[in-house]
């Protein structure tokens, strides 16, 4: 989990995650400090209120750390990242922070941890999913997971809504939407991630080469850098789909990152 100098710091190998943990925590925090929305509070005015000093640190490969002292801490964020990703950075230490109070801490959150879902081991998954009820209530968002169309436009509303990335928006998306929905990071031909809720089956593996039929691999194999939203067969995502099942892909390229995003919808 954290990736630091001390011993102490790592969970014991295999310890399965209690999301549950983490919500409850947000949901705690949410109340006692009496906002409604998110964005009422600057996450560093929240983080302080709660006893956390956040400063900026330089980049040292990890995006953020937490320093536990007795009752309060000191998260640092590193240098240069987007409003976004910082909020969402400094909210999974907070999670840490709130949810973890016995262990004492020195160490560094990854990208990979900052991403870490309910497959994995430890304390991380604990700690977005604090991230996630602090920054997208669960309450606020149902209504706007409620689609009819599963596209990029509702989840475009949300990261703005709630001043969060594409991704994290992304995330809680298909987390609470009731349609069978994944979203799909992609890059240099090859699935780097998945996340989605359990009625969409099995999702695409981790490192599985992408199909010629599936959008996003125009953008690696062709260039193509367009936004699209078109039905494309299971199989091209789905190891051992049928040919003839259908999802809709909605790829968005981003050129810059040499990454691609898609959320992949089976229809009703």
């Known amino acids: 989990m954290m990736k630091g100098s001390n011993w102490f710091s790592k969970p014991p190998l295999g310890r399965p995650p209690v999301l549950q943990l983490g919500t ?42 937490l320093v536990r002292l007795g009752e309060r801490g000191i998260i640092g964020v590193t240098e240069g990242l987007s409003a976004g990703p910082r909020r969402w950075a400094i909210a999974h230490e907070l999670g840490h922070f709130e949810a973890h109070p016995h262990v004492s801490y020195l160490g560094l959150c990854t990208g990979e941890d900052l991403r870490a879902d309910y497959r994995s081991s430890g304390r991380e998954p ?4 604090f991230a996630a009820e602090l920054l997208l209530p669960k309450d606020l968002l149902l209504p706007l997971c409620d689609v009819k169309e599963v596209r990029w436009e509702p989840v475009e509303s949300i990261a703005k809504a ?38 969409f089956g099995p999702r695409p593996p981790r490192g599985m080469k992408l199909d010629g039929w ?17 039905t494309v067969s299971a199989s091209a995502w789905v190891p051992g789909a049928s040919d003839d099942l259908e999802l809709v892909e909605h790829v968005i390229p981003m050129p810059i990152l040499g990454q691609t995003l898609s959320l992949l919808w089976f229809r009703p």
């Open 24 to 65: 409850v925590h947000a949901e705690k925090v949410r109340k006692e400090l009496g906002y409604v929305h998110p964005t009422e509070l600057s996450i560093e005015a929240l983080a302080h209120l709660r006893g956390v000093l956040v400063r900026s640190t330089p980049s040292s490969g990890a995006r953020a750390s």
């Open 126 to 129: 604990e700690a977005n999913a």
């Open 162 to 199: 709630f001043l969060v990335s594409l991704t994290a928006a992304a995330f809680r998306f298909v987390q609470l939407t009731d349609e069978r929905a994944v979203v799909v990071c992609c890059e240099h031909g090859a699935v780097k991630w998945s996340a989605g809720n359990r009625s």
């Open 214 to 230: 599936s959008l996003a691999y125009d953008f690696f194999a062709k260039k193509d850098e367009r936004r699209r939203r078109e």
